[in-house]
């Protein structure tokens, strides 16, 4: 957090334009428009079914993996809507990667191959290209010390909070230029949580940050813009330390301060 | 805590606002009978002002530590985290506030009479009657969250301050006509300052009431 006033112009990464998404016939996003910005962390917040993660699905292409499920709108990135005929969406959920909440290490894999396999998937073959980017991808990931002994053993045998530092070292390996999270901490202790946070602070640097909380603390903690969505809609996007301090939207204030 | 026992307790917290607020409004009245009034029995009066002073210094101490708490366990934000910043401040004015009523009061015990002091004493009971209704307004203002009322009392310091100049001009030309006169006029020129000191706590408080609405911090913008 900074108590500097943002003079600096901001640079868009990401706009999304006239945003809806649906299951079947029942509609979960309504007309969405939002801009992330580059190299800031943005958390999405809202009550359960409000469509947090529908939306953080809607920007890597993988809402439309559902079966039934379509939206209309464009999400821009760097000036190319990724939903434009003939954009890939493999391509894109390599720039756009994506943590869950649980996290998912690949069965069977060690955890060398886990942070390798998405290099490997794109083409990187040159052994000590490999060691070098899985070296630095667990660095940044802040799990390098902890593993760095035994890269052999399976990505299953780490605790939950090392695994997901794992899964964000994987995300991280294609150098993507947005990272997604879906509750990342949510399944994980404090000191885990506290790990995580610090890790998304860090990253911020090279990578923008979008990530769905419960957690009203973390999004203030962690943070730097709040969109706080409900019933499909978004009714608030905006500085993490006004959110929190002074709401635009009487919503918003109802839901951050437990008046819901 | 639940939000339903946290709202009791920001209750709790801006009652004791209100009490102490009543203590201050009290203590100018008595303050205004030691001055004014011949009869009155000034040391009977100020023994009541100190005893106010001090159950005003203890309610500050309550509330500091209620609201410590408070913001230990609950971590509030928004419009809660605004209250309690809010209360904090004007808990702050309003023990200042005891101070200064009862530094009044000291001044005002052996005070000489004579008919030179006739103007000045007239126009230090229109301000200190002005300072008292800033008092009240803005302790209203508070208690209600009237962000208009804190307006109006934001406006009306500006006069505090020109009675304040008056008071000191009709007073130097008092010493100068019986410099017999000096050690009272001294006293009643302090009397007079700690007054537009308690106008500007006033105005603290209001400034903290429309903050507490609007999340604005106006202090230091009036055109001076
Ligand atoms: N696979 C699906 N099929 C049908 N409807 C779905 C599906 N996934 C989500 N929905 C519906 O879409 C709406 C938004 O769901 P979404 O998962 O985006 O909510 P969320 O904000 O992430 O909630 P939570 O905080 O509980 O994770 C909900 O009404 C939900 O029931
Ligand atoms: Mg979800």
């Keep these: ?260 | 805590m639940s939000v339903k026992l946290f709202d009791e307790r920001l209750n709790e917290l801006k009652s004791l606002i209100a009490s102490m607020g009543g203590c201050v409004e009290q203590m100018l009245k008595e303050a205004s009978m030691i001055i004014f009034q011949k009869q009155a029995d000034k040391e009977k009066l100020y023994r009541v002002i100190r005893d106010r002073e001090i159950e005003i210094d203890s309610l500050q101490v309550k509330l500091g530590k209620y609201c410590f708490r408070l913001l230990a366990v609950q971590s509030p934000v928004a419009k809660d985290l605004r209250m309690i910043l809010s209360i904090i401040a004007t808990n702050t004015s309003l023990e200042r506030m005891g101070d200064l009523s009862l530094n009044i009061a000291k001044r005002g015990r052996d005070l000489k009479e004579d008919p030179l002091l006739e103007t000045s004493l007239h126009c230090l009971e229109e301000m200190l009657i002005h300072i008292s209704l800033m008092v009240v307004d803005c302790l209203d203002a508070f208690i209600n969250e009237d962000e208009n009322l804190a307006r109006q009392v934001i406006i009306q310091d500006r006069k505090a301050d020109d009675l304040k100049e008056k008071i000191c001009f009709e007073l130097k030309s008092c010493i100068l006509k019986n410099t017999k006169l000096i050690d009272t006029c001294l006293q009643l020129v302090g009397v007079a300052e700690k007054l537009e000191r308690i106008g500007d706590q006033a105005t603290n408080i209001a400034e903290e009431v429309v903050f507490l609405q609007t999340g604005m911090d106006i202090k230091h913008q009036q055109q001076k």
């Design chain 1, 1 to 260: 957090m900074s108590f500097k006033k943002g003079k600096m112009k901001q640079k868009t990464l990401i706009e999304v334009k006239a945003l809806s998404a649906w299951f079947k016939k029942s509609q979960a996003l309504s007309n969405i428009n939002l801009l992330i910005e580059k190299n800031k962390v943005t958390a999405i917040i809202g009550p359960s079914g409000c469509g947090k993660s529908t939306f953080i699905r809607c920007l890597n292409r993988l809402h439309e993996e559902v079966e039934g499920a379509y939206l209309k709108g464009e999400v821009i990135l760097e000036g190319k809507n990724i939903y434009d005929l003939g954009s890939d969406p493999v391509l894109i959920r390599r720039n756009i990667g994506m943590v869950f909440q649980k996290p998912n290490p690949f069965p069977g894999m060690s955890i060398y191959d886990n942070v390798a396999i998405g290099l490997k998937l794109s083409g990187i073959k040159k052994r000590s290209l490999l060691d070098e980017r899985v070296e630095r991808s667990l660095r940044n990931a802040a799990l390098w010390k902890e593993v760095k002994d035994h890269l052999s053993r399976s990505g299953q045998s780490l605790s939950g909070g090392q695994q997901q530092r794992l899964c964000i070292a994987r995300a991280l390996a294609v150098n993507p230029s947005v990272m997604l999270m879906d509750e990342p901490t949510s399944a994980l202790e404090p000191i885990s949580t506290a790990w995580i946070e610090e890790l998304i602070q860090k990253l911020k640097n090279q990578v923008t940050v979008v990530f769905v909380t419960h957690n009203m603390q973390q999004a203030a903690r962690v943070s730097d813009r709040i969109a706080f969505f409900l019933n499909g809609e978004l009714v608030e996007f905006n500085k993490t330390s006004w959110f929190f301090t002074k709401p635009k939207h009487s919503k918003s204030e109802d839901y951050i301060t437990g008046r819901f």
